[in-house]
Every structure is written in structure tokens, then in C-alpha cells.
């Protein structure tokens, strides 16, 4: 006999369930190796290093472990590429130096408005969002009614923070190569999605990918 779709959905999430747990330990394991870092170095500085950029990064792993299963995920090679270094790139960077211009506070607040702009966007997608190029249900609310890669933003906001604020030779490799994938990403989730109707319509009411009248 053929399976229900009942069957068939609880093995896509068990098996959904075991990737996320496989990806999940190392990625656990990084983001401790960053934090830890960011952690000593306040310490030894009295200035809250790396806290949004912490932040972010817990967030974003914590919603990859419980997102829903997609219609449609892109297999290229470079997708995943791209979405790995984009997304997790940012944990081999370091603290150092002292921040640009003196002006750590504006660093750090940057930092953390980045986060507040990914969270309103993670709210907006609820447990549709994802990392690799895939259709979980097109969003068009909140943040995603201005731009179509609202998260992606967010992500440049913070990460610019951090390099402000450790402006090591280091870190500013590290999110060079960053925002490179970011930009891949950004064009390999539009050839995913475009397949769908319902974001062709969406594309075109909403013109601009990550900054409004930009880009």
C-alpha cells in the first residue's frame, strides 16, 4: 500500500529533524568559539564586543533548526556555498584593534539595530525561513513589503558594525568574502523563487532587493 500523506510528511520532518541535529553541533560549536572570544575580549576591555553580531548568529541558527520542510530547495553547488559563507562566515572573525573613530558605541548600536531589523524580518517568516535557495511560502509582510531580502540587510548592517568596531585586516577579509556569497545568495534564491508565480507578482510590486531606490 502507497503511503498517506500524513506518512509521508512525518518522514520529510524526521529526516529534516536529523539534518538540522547533524549541522547543528558544529555549528553550535563555532558560534561558541566566536562568542567565547567576543566574551574574553570584554572583559579584558570593558566594551561589549560582538554583541549583536552574537546575537544574530544564535538567532538565525536556532530558527535554521526548527524551519518547516520546503516546497522546492535549490541543488546547485553554488547555493549552498554561497548560503554557508554568507550566513555562518562571520563567526571566523575575531576581536581586534580599537574601534573606528573612537566610536564604539555607534558600532555597537549599529550592531544591534541589524538585529532588531533581522528579527522583525524572522517574525515575518515565521517557520518559512530558511538558508538555502528554497520556496517555503512566499512573505510579502512587514519588512519583505520594502525590500525582498530584508533578512540579507540586516545581516550587512550588523556585520558592517562589527568590522567598525574590530577593524582588523582579519575581519575585514573575512566579510569581504561574506558579502561576496551574500550578493550569490541573493541571485541564486531569485532563480529559485522566480519558478513560483506568486513571486513573479511580488517581484514586480517590489522592485528593490536589499536597500530601497539602491539595489
Not at 67 to 78: D, E, G, K, M, V
Not at 101 to 127: H, K, M, N, T, Y
Not at 144 to 152: F, I, Q, S, T
Request: charged share 15%.
Amino acid at each position: 500500500m502507497g503511503k498517506t500523506a500524513h506518512e509521508t510528511l512525518a518522514g520529510v520532518d524526521r529526516r529534516l529533524s536529523r539534518s538540522s541535529f547533524l549541522v547543528a553541533v558544529p555549528l553550535a560549536t563555532v558560534w561558541v568559539l566566536f562568542a567565547a572570544a567576543n566574551f574574553m575580549n570584554w572583559q579584558r576591555t570593558g566594551r561589549p564586543t560582538g554583541l549583536g553580531a552574537t546575537i544574530l548568529e544564535l538567532t538565525v541558527a536556532v530558527f535554521f533548526v526548527i524551519r518547516r520542510p520546503a516546497f522546492s530547495t535549490s541543488s546547485s553547488p553554488l547555493a549552498w556555498i554561497a548560503t554557508t559563507a554568507a550566513t555562518f562566515g562571520v563567526l571566523a572573525g575575531r576581536p581586534g584593534a580599537e574601534p573606528l573613530w573612537g566610536l564604539e558605541p555607534v558600532w555597537a548600536g549599529l550592531q544591534l539595530v541589524g538585529v532588531a531589523f533581522a528579527l522583525a524580518s524572522i517574525a515575518a517568516l515565521g517557520r518559512s525561513f530558511g538558508l538555502v535557495a528554497a520556496n517555503r511560502g512566499i512573505k510579502t509582510g512587514g519588512p519583505y513589503a520594502l525590500v525582498r531580502h530584508p533578512l540579507y540587510a540586516a545581516y550587512f548592517v550588523t556585520q558592517l558594525g562589527y568590522l567598525m568596531e574590530s577593524p582588523t585586516a582579519r575581519n575585514f577579509s573575512i566579510l569581504a568574502v561574506v558579502i561576496t556569497f551574500q550578493l550569490v545568495r541573493v541571485h541564486t534564491e531569485e532563480q529559485t523563487l522566480g519558478a513560483d508565480p506568486a513571486y513573479r507578482v511580488y517581484r514586480e510590486r517590489v522592485r528593490w532587493r536589499l536597500v530601497p531606490h539602491v539595489y
